[in-house]
């Protein structure tokens, strides 16, 4: 599986857009790019996925460049309740069940 | 409230003592997953079951011994744990399949481990 690179924290303002990017430069045509989050001491929480389009859920929007070799994050309103760190993963999902390889990801603090 | 659950929560045993952790999901998944996250380390994956079957292995010590009865439930029995296997274990459970291809996981909240 392709690995990623984020950025290894970020501030954002409570209220504020968090636009959160993560590099993927060897990403191949079968490989999605996944989101998670942890807040602190709990389990990972999925936040949203995509293959090529963008996409957009409840909690989050995803941007995926149209070379796939990059993607944000996009959360509208962020809360202290988002502060959390938040994983970009890209797994090929045809001949591994699904198997994530976790990185570092990027700590969020949302402020007041 | 993912629909995962993991008992117990917190666990304190000893170096020559047999415990077990579980993990069930009422979520109809067909794959579940066991994860370990020590200290300051991103998590790592342990074993992968499908249907029942595991299909990952990945280069766990024999201490660590995975069941899984049935769709619904994982078990990870312990046995002569090292205080380095102090950790937060968790499970996580997929549709695998039932949305696409796509293998979003749903983790339960874990069970802190202490090796005394």
């Known amino acids: 599986d392709a690995k990623t690179t984020q950025p290894p924290s970020m501030d954002c303002a409570e209220g504020r857009a968090a636009n959160l990017p993560c590099n993927h430069s060897t990403i191949s045509g079968n490989e999605y790019v996944y989101w998670y989050r942890q807040i602190h001491s709990q389990g990972p929480q999925y936040i949203i996925h995509?293959?090529?389009n963008n996409e957009t859920n409840e909690m989050a929007s995803l941007i995926i460049t149209e070379d796939r070799k990059s993607s944000t994050l996009i959360l509208p309103h962020a809360t202290l309740r988002d502060t959390a760190v938040y994983y970009c993963i890209v797994s090929r999902t045809t001949d591994s069940w699904g198997k994530l390889q976790f990185g570092a990801g990027t700590q969020v603090v949302v402020t007041p | 409230e993912t629909g995962v659950t993991q008992t117990p929560r917190h666990l304190v045993m000893g170096m020559t003592n047999k415990k077990s952790l579980k993990c069930e999901q009422h979520?109809?998944?067909?794959?579940m997953y066991w994860y370990k996250q020590s200290a300051k380390k991103p998590l790592e994956l342990m074993f992968v079951y499908n249907f029942k079957e595991q299909t990952e292995n990945n280069s766990v010590p024999s201490r660590f011994s995975p069941e899984c009865p049935n769709s619904s439930h994982l078990f990870l029995h312990l046995h002569t744990l090292q205080p380095e296997d102090s950790a937060l274990y968790l499970c996580a459970s997929s549709p695998k399949g039932q949305a696409g291809n796509s293998y979003e996981q749903y983790f339960g909240p874990g069970t802190r481990l202490t090796v005394t």
């Open positions: 995509g293959l090529k």
């Open positions: 979520l109809g998944h067909n794959a």
